[in-house]
């Protein structure tokens, strides 16, 4: 007789710490990771479910792709698998259509007020930053392969302050200005009321947006470097105009610190990471997990200030003019 006890279920909520970072949204506190009974271990990050059912709807159950074969199970099942999709990418006449329009770019208006025309001018090109006409002003963070392939692109629409546009919805709920270049171009088909092409319906179903670091493209061009990993590309990018002798990458959160989507592309490198305020131990034990991969050292330098839980690097850079922290560091 079998169990019908699964050995794989959905972890119980016992606080916040019990919610994750949805690895297809990225929304934090939103995704619930499976959980292996038995062990009390937690499963490989992707399995889990996004409880933004309409916004998102991620759900990856360890029983539907065949993880649990071979492991405890008494039942003799036969299980159908579907053949594997080649990765999808976008086409590169869009990003390349994103490279001019920076007049407007408030997120480079801000690098300008912090460097000057010309620091900024390098940072743009070496983080290959783009613009949106999603919101006025908006800023594209390509996600970039080793090929040159373009896997996606975060758009965000950024205040003169360099923080995220915020703004309150009539129920009172707050809209954050955060979104993806393929979810700007099915909007502007609808709006336009033109069918949305099949490549783009592919795209958005079926492709891994972001499976690699943000910046990635910097360690082939100096390989030399030490690399270091902040959560944000806002933070990478202004990050690198204060300590240009890292190549500063992007990661997206502790969950996304995984040898299968991330880390991979940095094997055997000498890396340090930068938690925001409050994340040091998930951030660590992640670099505990994948030692093997690459040198890493974890920074506490947020965990000793007098910050508030989420603060990041930038917090305590941009309080200090970039060319004295270059002189005096």
């Known amino acids: 007789m079998i169990d019908s006890t699964y050995q794989y279920q959905l972890q119980k909520y016992r606080g916040m710490r019990t919610r994750h970072e949805c690895p297809e949204c990225e929304?934090?506190?939103?995704?619930?990771r499976?959980?292996?009974?038995?062990?009390?271990?937690l499963l490989p990050d992707k399995y889990g479910k996004c409880e933004r059912l309409d916004n998102c709807g991620y759900h990856l159950n360890p029983y539907k792709d065949g993880y649990h074969l071979g492991l405890s199970t008494n039942a003799t099942m036969q299980?159908?698998?579907?053949?594997?999709?080649?990765p999808i990418y976008l086409p590169k006449t869009i990003y390349e259509r994103s490279l001019k329009g920076y007049q407007h770019n408030t997120f480079t208006k801000y690098l300008i007020k912090l460097f000057g025309a010309n620091k900024a001018s390098e940072l743009v090109q070496r983080f290959f930053i783009g613009n949106s006409s999603y919101w006025k002003g908006a800023t594209v963070f390509w996600i970039i392969m080793p090929d040159g392939?373009?896997?996606?692109?975060?758009?965000?629409?950024?205040?003169?302050?360099?923080?995220?546009?915020?703004?309150?919805?009539?129920?009172?709920?707050?809209?954050?200005?955060?979104s993806w270049v393929h979810t700007a171009l099915i909007r502007k088909y609808k709006n336009e009321r033109k069918p949305v092409p099949q490549w783009l319906k592919d795209?958005?179903?079926?492709s891994n947006k972001s499976p690699v670091p943000f910046g990635l493209p910097q360690i082939y061009l100096e390989p030399d470097k030490p690399v270091a990993v902040v959560e944000s590309a806002k933070t990478a990018i202004i990050a690198s105009g204060y300590v240009p002798q890292f190549n500063w990458l992007a990661i997206g959160g502790a969950s996304y610190l995984n040898?299968?989507?991330r880390i991979k592309p940095l094997e055997g490198k000498d890396i340090i990471l930068?938690?925001?305020k409050g994340q040091y131990k998930a951030w660590s034990q992640k670099a505990r997990d994948y030692d093997h991969l690459a040198n890493f050292k974890v920074s506490d330098l947020l965990e000793r200030m007098n910050a508030d839980d989420g603060s990041d690097l930038v917090d305590y850079l941009v309080r200090i003019d970039h060319r004295d922290f270059i002189e005096n560091k």
Do not use: C, W
């Open 27 to 32: 929304k934090a506190g939103k995704f619930t």
């Open 34 to 41: 499976y959980i292996d009974t038995v062990t009390g271990e």
């Open 79 to 86: 299980v159908s698998v579907k053949p594997e999709r080649g």
């Open 149 to 178: 392939k373009i896997a996606g692109g975060q758009v965000i629409l950024f205040d003169e302050h360099g923080h995220t546009m915020k703004t309150k919805k009539s129920d009172g709920s707050i809209y954050r200005h955060n």
């Open 203 to 206: 795209y958005s179903e079926h």
């Open 259 to 261: 040898s299968v989507y």
């Open 274 to 276: 930068f938690p925001d």
